[in-house]
């Protein structure tokens, strides 16, 4: 069964930095594209970031670019998402998720369980 | 980027069958745009039902189907039960990235 287990969430001010992992296992992690999904509070879900299986390929939402920076070591089966400058609006439960086709990178079909990322004073 | 809309929230009985749609600011939805569609409970992820328009997961019960409908993809839900209460959000893929829809809350009452 495929597992995706989301870490590194917590509470930070605004402008500094946090550090979230996902790690896959049950699948060929090299494969598969991983994508950070993330939801405010009470609100709907909202695709942040995407890195291929090779890691060539990368998207970042508009209102995260310069900010974040996404990668992955498949060596451990591990993708990263360096957040900078933090601000209130990314607090959330941020999600990662992966495809159930090979190659694909704007869909998901397996999802972790989240980590939650608040950003206040 | 294109817009993905749903509507707000929708009501169904015990039994009955409610169909939630999901429009793109682009023009209409087609196959390949991959529409997906979620079910998401409260202080639950996201679970995945639908993938590429009309494909059920093995977990996925059969009362749940999509499909294309007046140019947007649809999710049809036939014998509602209590627990299918929850939002339900469609995605669908355009270059570059996948964009979600606003969400529907589904009310069995």
């Known amino acids: 069964e495929v597992q995706l287990l989301e870490s590194g969430g917590g509470l930070v001010q605004p402008g500094e930095s946090l550090r979230l992992s996902c790690a896959g296992s049950e699948f060929t992690f090299s494969s598969y594209a991983i994508t950070w999904v993330r939801q405010a509070p009470g609100k709907g879900l909202e695709w942040v970031s995407t890195i291929s299986g090779s890691g060539d390929t990368i998207y970042y939402e508009d209102s995260v670019k310069g900010r974040f920076t996404i990668s992955r070591d498949n060596s451990k089966n591990t993708v990263s998402l360096q957040m900078n400058s933090l601000r209130a609006e990314d607090t959330a439960i941020y999600y990662c998720?992966?495809?159930?086709?090979?190659?694909?990178?704007?869909?998901?079909?397996?999802w972790g369980q989240g980590t939650l990322v608040t950003v206040s004073p | 980027q294109a817009v993905v809309t749903q509507e707000p929230s929708l009501t169904v009985s015990p039994g009955g069958t409610v169909t939630l749609t999901c429009g793109s600011s682009s023009g209409p939805v087609t196959s390949g745009h991959f529409p997906y569609w979620f079910q998401q409970k409260p202080g639950q992820a996201p679970r995945t039902l639908i993938y590429d328009t009309n494909n059920r997961h093995s977990w996925t019960p059969a009362r749940f189907s999509g499909s294309l409908l007046g140019g947007k993809a649809a999710l049809t839900l036939s014998g509602a039960q209590p627990e299918d209460e929850a939002d339900y959000y469609c995605?669908?893929?355009?270059?570059?990235?996948?964009?979600f829809g606003g969400g529907t809350k589904v009310t069995v009452l």
């Open positions: 998720a992966k495809p159930r086709r090979l190659g694909a990178v704007t869909s998901v079909d397996y």
């Open positions: 995605l669908l893929s355009y270059s570059g990235a996948g964009v």
